[in-house]
């Protein structure tokens, strides 16, 4: 294809991918100059840990299956000075309600979703773990309506972090090829000690505000960087593998999402994103697209 412009606009993973496998011209990749394509991934990282008993001061609205019965999200997190005196990164968490042990949760998946299947012992071993939790079950059963506010035995605490900036967590590309023969990507997804330090000041903070609240107490689990690496997960927000920089040593693209070193070549998408935040990317990544577009607008009208 031949073009006086070309923006590349895929994900954070396949941005990068791309400009690393085009290396015809520059054997590093496209925009690669200093080794920064690929470098800085980032995404909304969660956790789950400790146990919240609640109280009967405790808001229903923090309830995280009782909001959504009225289309809410209502999570807790920080004020910017104490963000700023702590010198965390954004955090908030959010209270899921346990009314029965996990296995009897996975039994009435189980049972809803086989009902008009052929029964089998399975099916039937599914229904007795049910009703050896009968009240369990009820609670939560009552609980997807919105009459009233059912109380579950505990929260489990969901902790959500943006992710520190890290040069070392990045995408490669390995020797394998898919089944069009292009080259696949890896991801080496690395965390900080940054990120294990704000979940854990993050938990504290909220163990101790609602304690003083009366609203509960919290059964705590340490939080050390091997429960978070073993727990940690993603919400597939893939953020930074093309920054943006006001010099080429510091990043991929310019203020107009320019290639650093390309005339006619422009990245949209997360992947130019210097930091992650703690909000969802899509209405900044739309935002930035219109401010693209406008610019590549400009460029050609010139």
């Known amino acids: 294809m031949r073009a006086k412009v070309f923006a590349l606009c895929c994900h954070a993973i396949e941005n990068a991918r791309l400009l690393l496998t085009s290396n015809d011209v520059m054997n590093v990749g496209i925009g690669n100059a200093h080794d920064h394509v690929g470098r800085y991934f980032m995404d909304h990282t969660h956790i789950f840990a400790s146990r919240f008993i609640p109280g009967p001061e405790f808001p229903a609205a923090y309830d995280r299956m009782y909001a959504d019965l009225f289309h809410l999200n209502a999570n807790v997190g920080f004020t910017d000075d104490f963000i700023r005196k702590e010198k965390l990164l954004q955090y908030y968490c959010r209270f899921n309600p346990v009314y029965m042990d996990p296995r009897t949760r996975e039994a009435m998946g189980y049972v809803r979703d086989g009902f008009m299947a052929p029964g089998d012992f399975a ?19 009552l609980s997807r309506t919105n009459l009233r506010h059912i109380q579950p035995d505990y929260y489990e605490l969901e902790h959500r972090l943006e992710q520190a900036p890290n040069p070392d967590s990045r995408v490669v590309i390995s020797d394998r090829r898919d089944a069009l023969g292009s080259l696949i990507a890896d991801l080496d997804w690395r965390i900080l000690d940054e990120d294990v330090r704000s979940f854990k000041i993050g938990q504290e903070r909220i163990a101790s505000e609602f304690a003083a609240l009366g609203y509960g107490r ?17 919400h597939y927000h893939q953020i930074g593998t093309t920054r943006m920089s006001d010099v080429p040593e510091d990043g991929v693209v310019d203020r107009n999402q320019r290639v650093h070193g390309v005339g006619n070549l422009y990245i949209g998408g997360s992947s130019v994103f210097p930091t992650a935040g703690y909000s969802g990317p899509t209405m900044m990544i739309v935002g930035f697209t219109i401010r693209l577009a406008e610019h590549i607008e400009k460029q050609l009208a010139a």
Do not use: N, P, Q
């Open 123 to 141: 099916y039937l071993r599914d229904v007795a773990t049910m009703l050896g939790e009968v009240g369990g079950v009820t609670r939560f059963s």
């Open 218 to 234: 919290v059964e705590l689990e340490e939080i050390t960087r091997d429960l978070v690496e073993s727990r940690i997960a993603g």
